[in-house]
Nanobody, 124 residues
Framework: QVQLVESGGGLVQAGGSLRLSCAAS????????MGWFRQAPGKEREFVAA????????YYADSVKGRFTISRDNARNTVYLQMNSLKAEDTAVYYC?????????????????WGQGTQVTVSS
């Protein structure tokens, strides 16, 4: 069964931190790069971060570089997004996605499987 389940979202004050998790089924995780995207109200979904299958290669949107860190635990089929120094403009629904490839990518149409999303709200 194809499954990506995000968790860890919530309400946090500006400057605070959250860690998102995405638990995947083996079918959607093993051998694949993983990514995080987000969609704010009234806006299109945008790329946030990606990590290759080995975990050695990562790729970030300029807007989150230096504040967010993507990581993965291949033994647990889980990918994480550590978000620090959060800003009001980080408020969005955050989605986890997996590619049918081991390498990182930043385009939405390069990802095949998607989770349902988790809400992150940053109060200013």
């Amino acid at each position: 069964q194809v499954q990506l389940v995000e968790s860890g979202g919530g309400l946090v004050q500006a400057g605070g931190s959250l860690r998102l998790s995405c638990a995947a089924s083996a079918r959607t995780f093993r051998g694949y790069a993983m990514g995080w995207f987000r969609q704010a109200p009234g806006k299109e979904r945008e790329f946030v971060a990606a990590i290759g299958w080995s975990g050695l290669n990562t790729y970030y949107a300029d807007s989150v570089k230096g504040r967010f860190t993507i990581s993965r635990d291949n033994a647990r089929n889980t990918v994480y997004l550590q978000m620090n120094s959060l800003k009001a403009e980080d408020t969005a629904v955050y989605y986890c996605a997996s590619r049918l490839s081991a390498g990182v990518a930043g385009q939405e149409n390069e990802y095949y499987y998607w989770g349902q999303g988790t809400q992150v709200t940053v109060s200013s």
